[in-house]
């Protein structure tokens, strides 16, 4: 049986001015004949994943699927790690099959001493062949260790342990060739409804961080410019008492979901009761995006709008 692996450029493809292809990522990778499984490769892109959008990775998903639906025991994509979250969680949320599909890429380019390429990579395919992975939608396989898309975050700018997933820890870890699943998260519904690639990259879901002092201003006119908000307001759900008509009115227009900047833990409900408060914001119409970090929540937001699926309904699940 094979594995599928299709790439998407980044750091893991780095070689200088040169761009490597998934023939190249494999051949500089020991440990391959182990495997076991034929890779059966598709370079899809060579770019940045500053670069990506959303619908190109639906579009891989989409080749991903059919690679599985034609026999392969799972699939890896290989991409930049600037956006690998968000892709992974993307991916997660359609993907509708027991078969692994693995997202991984590397820190330090193959030019670099210590290259985290190769040894990410075969993780990768390991856990994307492995029975033990089955059933646990999209996976983030980074430095031996196994992370539910739904959870993981970039959290280091340089650091090749950069992949952590704060709520939970890492589900799993691949010792020597041995994929270790320890805790196995429920599989949530995910999005129901199909959307066209080119439908959601024509969706625009603002992300707005609130800071001190905030008064809103930037926030006039979005409503006609957007068709949803992901607020990332301070610790538990707040923003300043000024900002919170601004989006209560907004909250009228388009749907607005409640998040925290903090980058762990979740927002609350009904704790504080202060103008700009998590309840007065909840009141006024926010819907709560629970334990979802602001990046993935926009992920989520974008793609409901795109099948018009039940956007309260979806994020609820996270709460
Ligand atoms: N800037 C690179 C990218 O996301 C970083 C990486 O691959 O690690 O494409």
Redesign the pocket.
């Known amino acids: 049986m094979s594995v599928a692996l299709f790439t998407l450029?980044?750091?893991?493809s780095m070689a200088g001015s040169q761009r490597l292809t998934g023939e190249d990522l494999t051949a500089a990778m020991p440990g391959l004949d182990e495997l076991g499984h034929p890779v059966e490769i598709q370079d899809i892109e060579k770019i940045?994943?500053?670069n990506l959008t959303a619908g190109k990775v639906l579009e891989v998903v989409d080749a991903a699927s059919k690679a599985v639906a034609a026999g392969a025991a799972g699939a890896v994509v290989t991409q930049?790690?600037?956006?690998l979250e968000e892709s992974a969680f993307l991916a997660d949320l359609v993907w509708p099959h027991p078969q692994p599909l693995v997202f991984t890429?590397?820190?330090r380019n193959p030019t670099l001493a210590g290259p985290d390429g190769p040894a990410n990579l075969l993780a990768a395919l390991r856990v994307a062949c492995s029975p033990a992975a089955r059933d646990l939608g999209a996976l983030v396989v980074f430095k031996e260790e196994i992370h539910a898309a739904r959870w993981v975050r970039k959290t280091h700018s340089t650091s090749t342990a950069t992949f952590v997933s704060p709520n939970t820890g890492p589900i799993g870890h691949v010792v020597e060739d041995r994929v270790r699943v320890l805790t196995r998260p429920l599989r949530l519904d995910g999005v129901q409804g199909s959307a066209e690639p080119s439908e959601l990259d024509h969706l625009r879901v603002a992300l707005y961080t609130v800071t001190m002092d905030d008064d809103g201003l930037l926030l006039q006119g979005l409503a006609e410019t957007h068709q949803g908000l992901v607020v990332a307001g301070y610790g538990v759900g707040h923003v300043p008492a000024a900002l919170a008509p601004v989006l209560g009115e907004l909250a009228t227009r388009m749907p607005v979901v409640l998040t925290s900047r903090t980058g762990a833990g979740s927002i609350v409900r009904n704790t504080y009761d202060s103008p700009g408060s998590e309840t007065d914001l909840l009141q006024r119409g926010l819907i709560d995006g629970g334990f979802l970090d602001p990046y993935k929540a926009r992920v989520l937001l974008r793609l409901l709008l795109a099948t018009d699926d039940d956007i309260t309904g979806a994020f609820a699940q996270y709460v």
């Open positions: 450029g980044g750091t893991i940045p994943s500053a930049g790690t600037d956006t890429g590397a820190m």
